[in-house]
């Protein structure tokens, strides 16, 4: 059984400021997916890595998959009251996705 | 783009009815849908994976009698909880995958057995 471990689990920080969410296993994944979740609704794609190494940008968000395809991290900058939800990886493997436990992200205004 | 209409949304239902659950890929084809468990602050769990046609494959640990799946077509999977009970209430979510589509997610179903 593939395993994420994804963290902090809980983050809550000003506004304005700069966090990492990280989502490490020691599987190799096919590809590995970043989505935001708002209560009640599922998760929407933010961001899918395939390449080791390979970095993304989404406005303020920057996600990099590690070179050996086993891990990611999540950068926000400048954190905003928006950014508030729920963060979760999930790596994709033979079997399909595999979700980390999530990050619950509050940003206070 | 791929889009997944999950219905209904909320449902509360009385101890020992069943209720069902759609899943529907409203403008591609869905070779394999999968259902999710979701209880609050938590992560999906995953409960089975659905290839149309097929039975499904269940998660270690979830009642396949409990938890019926039907995937009859290529565009809907449902999934029926029977004779539900208080401990059934949570979140349920479907994701339905397609070729270069990747995951594509519904948007819920709140399950509660009063």
């Known amino acids: 059984t593939q395993l994420l471990e994804q963290s902090p689990q809980f983050l809550s920080i000003q506004e304005g400021e700069n966090l990492t969410v990280y989502c490490n296993s020691s599987?190799?994944?096919?590809?590995l997916q970043w989505y935001r979740q708002e209560p009640g609704e599922g998760p929407v794609l933010l961001v899918t890595?395939?390449?080791?190494?390979e970095v993304k940008k989404l406005k303020r968000l920057t996600f990099q998959f590690g070179d050996a395809r086993k891990d990611s991290s999540l950068h926000i900058t400048a954190a905003q009251p928006g950014d508030t939800g729920l963060y979760l990886c999930?790596?994709?493997?033979?079997?399909?996705?595999?979700f980390g436990k999530g990050t619950h992200l509050i940003i206070q205004p | 783009g791929a889009v997944v209409s999950q219905h209904p949304s909320r449902v509360i239902c009385k101890s020992g009815t069943s209720v069902k659950i759609e899943c529907r890929s409203l403008?591609?084809?869905?070779?394999?849908m999968f259902w999710y468990r979701q209880f609050p602050k938590k992560s999906l769990m995953l409960m089975a994976t659905s290839n149309e046609g097929s039975k499904a494959t269940y998660e270690q640990g979830v009642e396949k009698d409990k938890f019926l799946i039907n995937h009859a077509s290529l565009t809907l999977s449902t999934l029926t909880v029977t004779s539900a009970h208080p401990e059934d209430s949570s979140f349920y979510i479907c994701?339905?995958?397609?070729?270069?589509?990747?995951?594509?997610f519904g948007s819920g179903t709140r399950l509660t057995v009063v």
């Open positions: 890595v395939v390449t080791g190494g």
């Open positions: 403008d591609f084809q869905a070779t394999t």
């Open positions: 599987s190799v994944f096919s590809s």
């Open positions: 999930a790596g994709e493997g033979a079997d399909g996705l595999t």
């Open positions: 994701s339905a995958s397609f070729q270069n589509y990747g995951y594509t």
